[in-house]
Nanobody, 120 residues
């Protein structure tokens, strides 16, 4: 149906930067929104940032001013530029895509997750 492939995670020192990418593929009629969530050990999954196709953007308060979400519609790809990283940003980051396919109406799909670790 819809496959989401994430990349860009890794280990960085506090104050460093990472850029996450997520590419969607499959028989997609339309993509209504793409975004990023994260989950730290022992905590609930939380919204990081989302971007709808019409252009509305939502950021978690904890990342405002440091993270930027963007998209390339031609490539069905969403990015998350993460600057001034803090240890509390350490988590598994999951890409999310709200898409319509031949078999289903608008439905949320998830990537496999990519580990981001911020530590000295």
């Amino acid at each position: 149906q819809v496959q989401l492939v994430e990349s860009g995670g890794g280990l960085v020192q506090p104050g460093g930067s990472l850029r996450l990418s997520c590419a969607a593929s499959g028989s997609i009629f339309s993509i209504n929104a793409m975004g990023w969530y994260r989950q730290a050990p022992g905590k609930q999954r939380e919204l990081v940032a989302t971007l709808t196709s019409p252009g509305s953007t939502v950021y978690a308060d904890s990342v405002k001013g440091r993270f930027t979400i963007s998209r390339d519609n031609a490539k069905n790809t969403v990015y998350l530029q993460m600057n001034s990283l803090k240890p509390e940003d350490t988590a598994v980051y999951y890409c999310n895509c709200l898409a319509s396919t031949p078999g289903r109406p608008s439905y949320p799909y998830w990537g496999q997750g990519t580990q981001v670790t911020v530590s000295s």
